[in-house]
């Protein structure tokens, strides 16, 4: 175990703790002014996390660990790995599963594929909608290459996550 010391005011401490826990950090917060202590979980499973920093080229790996962590935290999405022989992270809507996943996340092909039609890629700056069959529902792509795409990505999530929760 590595022990570190960490000397950060009150309002540096929320963004300390999102950089400690997107890089799978398993730590305690102790607080000078209480006798408390803080535990804070990652927000991703171990799996899903190594497989995100394994799998991406490095300089887009912090890329795939915001946007999928952002979608578990902030959104309430379950994220779960492929199966044995690929590389890919899904993300559902929580509770009961009425359709497959929302979000394919391809980090070591550097894309997302969404739950969405084709046309749902219509005026996107990133994302495009893909030549698939007609059972294949996941029909636009979005290469997450660059933090500008970011937005987009969750954009594109939360519109997915919500047909995905209405189907």
């Not at 935290?73 to 809507?93: N, W």
Request: negative net charge.
């Amino acid at each position: 175990m590595i022990k570190v010391s960490i000397h950060a005011s009150p309002e540096e401490l929320p963004a300390l703790i999102d950089a400690l826990a997107a890089h799978g950090a398993d730590f305690s917060l102790h607080s000078t002014s209480q006798a408390t202590e803080v535990r804070t979980e990652p927000a991703l499973d171990r799996d899903v996390l190594t497989l995100l920093r394994t799998r991406a080229p490095s300089q887009h790996a912090d890329l795939f660990i915001s946007f999928v962590e952002t979608e578990v935290r902030d959104h309430g999405a379950v994220a779960e790995l492929g199966t044995e022989k690929t590389s890919y992270v899904k993300l559902y809507v929580p509770g009961p599963r009425r359709v497959g996943a929302y979000c394919y996340v391809r980090p070591d092909r550097t894309y997302l594929d969404f739950r969405l039609p084709g046309h749902a890629a219509d005026g996107c700056r990133f994302a495009a909608a893909r030549n698939v069959q007609a059972d294949n529902a996941h029909a636009v792509r979005l290469p997450l290459t660059t933090p500008d795409a970011l937005p987009e990505a969750h954009r594109l999530a939360r519109r997915a996550a919500t047909e995905a929760e209405s189907a």
